[in-house]
Antibody, heavy 120, light 107 residues
Framework: QVQLQESGPGLVKPSQTLSLTCTVSGGSISSGSYYWSWIRQPAGKGLEWIGRIYTSGSTNYNPSLKSRVTISVDTSKNQFSLKLSSVTAADTAVYYC????????????WGQGTLVTVSS | DIQMTQSPSSLSASVGDRVTITCRASQSISSYLNWYQQKPGKAPKLLIYAASSLQSGVPSRFSGSGSGTDFTLTISSLQPEDFATYYCQQSYSTSITFGQGTRLEIK
């Protein structure tokens, strides 16, 4: 059973860089045809896709966030990471990591989510 | 970006009711449409993928249909555990987008 777990600071200051890591267990991050994604959800609002990284290392980003986002993978640690630069209060949200596959093109595994607050 | 519009935004229904939620895409997305259920404080859960395929372990009272730009999620007989928020999501484009959500409440 694949499991995903987000980790990282819960509080980030405005203008700084938000950094989160997703640890994957129950399977290798580099095996199979999978995309590893980040999705966020401000309190009381809907889901916003941030971006994803493929097993091969190629990436896709939300055009509205592209200039500030970097997603990378560390296969030796079975982890992938999110960096979001120049954050503001509008970036305060629960951040989820999730997996989708080229089999069903849907998010079948999710982390539990981690709340990141941007505040001085 | 492909815009996904769900209707209604909220819905009140009773246990045993048949409920339908609609999702419309701003352009054709073939059958690259997924449905999720989210309960407060929890991650979304995949219900339906590829417009009409039931995810393993999901009760058969959930069904999906549609292709192109118009899609529906139907719950044939509402159960108490079905009261939640539902999201559609398109995976046709390399820039993935979600609908704004439909909150299903108890009448």
């Amino acid at each position: 059973q694949v499991q995903l777990q987000e980790s990282g600071p819960g509080l980030v200051k405005p203008s700084q860089t938000l950094s989160l890591t997703c640890t994957v267990s129950g399977g290798s991050i580099s095996s199979g045809s999978y995309y590893w994604s980040w999705i966020r959800q401000p309190a009381g609002k809907g889901l916003e896709w941030i971006g994803r990284i493929y097993t091969s290392g190629s990436t896709n980003y939300n055009p509205s966030l592209k200039s500030r986002v970097t997603i990378s993978v560390d296969t030796s640690k079975n982890q992938f990471s999110l960096k979001l630069s120049s954050v503001t209060a509008a970036d305060t949200a629960v951040y989820y990591c999730a997996r989708d596959s080229t089999y069903n093109w849907a998010y079948d595994y999710w982390g539990q989510g981690t709340l990141v607050t941007v505040s001085s | 970006d492909i815009q996904m519009t769900q209707s209604p935004s909220s819905l009140s229904a009773s246990v045993g009711d048949r409920v339908t939620i609609t999702c419309r895409a701003s352009q054709s997305i073939s059958s690259y449409l997924n449905w999720y259920q989210q309960k407060p404080g929890k991650a979304p859960k995949l219900l339906i993928y590829a417009a009409s395929s039931l995810q393993s372990g999901v009760p058969s009272r959930f069904s999906g249909s549609g292709s192109g730009t118009d899609f529906t999620l139907t719950i044939s007989s509402l159960q108490p555990e079905d009261f939640a928020t539902y999201y559609c999501q398109q995976s046709y484009s390399t820039s993935i987008t979600f609908g704004q959500g439909t909150r299903l409440e108890i009448k």
